[in-house]
């Protein structure tokens, strides 16, 4: 008999434990989830983005942002469950070919009533083609910005200047040398704090 009380103890200490494990895991997904937002840059040449998507799913699957050049209307057909999420895909020329989301647009030059709306409308993230736009960007509005390029070309993001670690405006700089998704965590609560009120 204490035997099998000494079993049904420990079966509900397991429990126990397990039920704490997973409120503690839980608690710290929703506090990410407030706070971070996973941006995945996906660098493309333009060549077989089936066997990108395929080759980097977990990546792709788990951002929250979906940013990707040199995307043909053509191949929106080959993403179409990706298109309900945040996402810009630009084409070849720095051309928006698809925008969803509210949390992330695509600004082609610095237009100030643009950013004013965009920044009203909880945006997080501002796609552009120029580096510089970018930098002014992201050192007069709230937003992190996001330049990317495709294999063998810059991917750059920039952030308000004291985000960044060298204080110089750039949070991020990087040169794909093939088709591959880089993860990016940024922490849009911090934003706040730049925002004008």
């Given at each position: 008999m204490n035997r099998l009380w000494e079993l049904i103890t420990s079966f509900f200490d397991l429990l126990t434990s397990a039920f704490k494990k997973a409120k503690n895991l839980l608690k710290r997904f929703g506090k990410k989830s407030s706070q971070i937002l996973t941006l995945a840059v996906i660098h493309y040449d333009g060549r077989g983005l089936q066997s990108v998507l395929k080759e980097f799913s977990q990546e792709v699957n788990t951002a929250d942002v979906l940013i990707a050049r040199n995307i043909t209307q053509d191949e929106l057909k080959l993403v179409k469950k990706l298109l309900k999420r945040n996402v810009v895909f630009l084409d070849k020329n720095g051309t928006l070919t698809f925008k969803h989301?509210?949390?992330?647009?695509?600004?082609?030059?610095?237009?100030?009533?643009?950013?004013?709306?965009?920044?009203?409308?909880?945006?997080?993230v501002i796609v552009t083609v120029d580096k510089k736009v970018a930098?002014?960007?992201?050192?007069?509005?709230?937003?992190?910005?996001?330049?990317?390029?495709?294999?063998?070309?810059?991917?750059?993001?920039?952030?308000?200047?004291?985000?960044?670690?060298?204080s110089d405006g750039f949070y991020f700089s990087k040169v794909a040398y093939r088709n591959q998704v880089t993860i990016i965590d940024l922490n849009i609560e911090i934003l706040k704090d730049f925002k004008v009120h």
């Open positions: 989301g509210s949390t992330v647009s695509f600004v082609p030059d610095f237009d100030v009533q643009k950013l004013r709306t965009l920044e009203k409308h909880g945006t997080k930098w002014m960007i992201s050192q007069m509005f709230p937003f992190y910005c996001v330049v990317p390029g495709e294999p063998f070309q810059e991917t750059v993001i920039t952030a308000p200047i004291p985000l960044t670690r060298n």
